[in-house]
């Protein structure tokens, strides 16, 4: 399987903000879902790998060729969704398909004209009228037109429904059905991501706190419930962050088999990337 | 590029369709005796200066250019777009000009001779030329509303500069001669002066386009 895209020490300073030695690695057929709070450096990242700023450090290469040395033919094979749509609002769906045509090497019309159909959006309506709902589509129609090879989309579903994001994400699963395609997507809602991701990289204050296969991040971290005096018997080094409450205890434990072998008598659940984004970024929390 | 092109012809559409307008009313007028037919030229130098202004100002409001530098065209092509788009209005509203002015006076409309009123466009479509080439990198470095600023001060400099070396002229003043060779040969030295300024804006805005971040 070759990769898609490939991150390496990736750096960008800011000053009051720095991305720190970024690394990860979207394999092809696959989809890689970035998380993190906000200000956490997921679109530091993507513009980085899209050049749309400098920087200061690091490799990034897609499919074996540098974003920056051979910046067109790269982007010719990026299908990108950005976290606002950026069409002027006078411009009716099938302008921005004519404009796209004449930028992209590999547009492809009758596909597209199959999206606005698809998505509900061949009529005379101009992008002005549209719901933010309806100018995602419009997005993630122009991007699949494109004939990407890889998908870029930085928080692409936040603000959308769950019935709109559940279509689109079943159209992310039909285009990495191709081993030759991949989709690097942001998002805040990890539920999203738990249903679609493949691979998972959790960015905290600019630096990967957890990065991996999905299914074995959510089979290796588990979320443990218990009281106080409990919690204050367990060995810390096995957890990866703890909420102490009124009424009880939460942490998330870093390897839940092994947790379990040593305290047998307490119950760890499955943790959710949710559990695993907020207490790894909390860590501990009173 | 071709897609940059065409979207600035058709987020303009309305704007475009409101200065030929203009021109029909101004063209009227002209008809009518009101003004000189002279003043077409001064449309050409109107359309070639607002028409990319507004392109840059509408790009602005919808950060356009962040969507267009992640797409293939890229930084150089946004840049290349723009010049290319500006090239392309003068040229237009050039042509269009001197097609109604020589039509005009061909048709016994106006007493100025069409060769004159080929001059007239040229002249304007060159100090247009000139001015976009001095506006432009300012546009693209700091968006349409803080380059109006300087737009201003440039137009005021260039038109009260040539109206302040009239009034001096018809008021007597004793201006410097320049040698007739330099006289006779001033028109192609400032068509020279005017695309090489172009050529250089270009280079100056691809510059400031490479350190750019969106």
Redo the contacts between chains.
Sequence with gaps: MNNALEVSHLSKDYGAFKLDDVSFTVPGGTIMGLIGENGAGKSTTIKCILNLIRRDGGEITVFGRDNRKEERAVKGDIGVVLDEVLFHDVLRPRQVGKILAGLYPNWDMALFDRYLEKFDLTGKKTVKEFSRGMKMKLAIGAAFAAKPRLLILDEATSGLDPVVRDEILDEFLEFIQDEDHAILISSHITSDLEKAADYITYLHNGRVAVSGAKDELLDTYGKLVCGRSELEQVDRALLAGSRVGQFGCEALVKDRRAFARRYPALTVDPATLEDIMVFTGKGDAQ | ???????DI??L??QISTLLIFVVVYGGFCVAGVFDFSIIGALIAVFGLTIPMSSVA??D????D?????????RK?IVAGKYLFTLLVILISGLAGTVIMVGLSLAGLSDTPPVELVGISLSCATVTLLLDAILLPFLLKYGAEKARVVSMITFVIIFGGAILLGGMMNNGVNMPQLPSWLAAALPVVFALVSVGGFALSFAVSLGIYA?K??
Excluded: N
């Excluded at chain 2, 590029?1 to 979207?7: Q, T, V």
């Excluded at chain 2, 409001?61 to 356009?64: D, G, I, K, L, R």
């Design positions: 590029m071709k897609g940059l092109l065409y979207k058709v987020v559409k309305k509408l790009d409001t919808s950060h356009w962040r969507y267009a530098a992640a797409t293939p065209a890229g092509g350190r971040e969106f």
